[in-house]
């Protein structure tokens, strides 16, 4: 008997559309129930992770999981670019951003900026690359209220629609980069299940239509 494929799937922001994408036909797979974490499918051949999205890259890259699902601003930000990455998916796609106060006063100067985020990687990065000195607070919830208490100058953050920014009086300075959810593989599953594998992801391509087959 074939052992299942495992895929690593995201809670959080995307975890709602990507349901809704797996649901459709002929996929069809279900919602996860109550509070498990691990849900078997013998009649697809899968075994379903349900984790944070930050873990996801780590579950695959050390073979937890065969395949997985994650936003490419999580792959950037835990250095897993490299992972073997077939498919992108439509849904869930926003921008990282440089935010600051609609409304405010220029950050003092004479000392680096601070910058809120849970990104400190890619903030430092882009900071670094213009040769702007910035202090990064890492934060892991809730970035969008450091300025107002003063814990920072700047957000480094996701916007989507921009209501969350503009209910906590931000607005977006500059596009850091655009983000949008992808399917990785483990290199080992490639090597040991390659005809599985390279099935699984033809059908999710199938499923996402014509310009992904």
Same mark, same amino acid.
Do not use: N, Q
């Given at each position: 008997m074939t052992a299942a494929l495992t895929l690593a799937l995201p809670k959080g922001r995307?975890?709602?559309?990507?349901?809704?994408?797996?649901?459709?036909?002929? /996929?069809? =797979?279900?919602? +996860?129930?109550?509070?498990?974490? &691990?849900?078997?499918?013998?009649?697809?051949?899968?075994?379903? /992770?349900? =984790?944070?999205? +930050?873990?996801?890259?780590?579950? &695959?890259?050390?073979g937890a999981a065969d395949l997985g699902i994650v936003g490419s601003d999580v792959l950037a930000e835990k250095e897993c670019e490299d992972l073997p990455r077939p498919l992108e998916f439509p849904f869930g796609r926003c921008r990282f951003s440089l935010l600051a106060p609609a409304a405010g006063e220029p950050p003092p100067e004479g000392r680096a900026l601070r910058v809120a985020t849970k990104y400190g990687k890619l903030t430092r990065d882009f900071f670094e690359e213009r040769g702007i000195a910035a202090e990064i607070v890492p934060l892991a919830g809730s970035v969008e209220l450091a300025p107002r208490m003063k814990l920072a100058d700047f957000v480094a953050d996701l916007v989507d629609t921009g209501e969350t920014m503009r209910a906590n009086g931000l607005a977006e300075v500059e596009k850091i980069r655009d983000v949008a959810p992808q399917l990785i593989v483990n290199r080992g599953a490639i090597a040991r299940r390659r005809r599985e594998v390279f099935a699984f992801v033809g059908l999710l391509a199938r499923m996402l239509g014509p310009d992904h087959s």
């Open positions: 995307i975890a709602a559309p990507l349901a809704d994408f797996l649901a459709r036909p002929p /996929l069809s =797979l279900g919602a +996860f129930e109550g509070r498990r974490l &691990v849900a078997d499918v013998p009649g697809k051949g899968l075994r379903l /992770l349900l =984790l944070k999205d +930050f873990d996801v890259p780590t579950y &695959v890259r050390r």
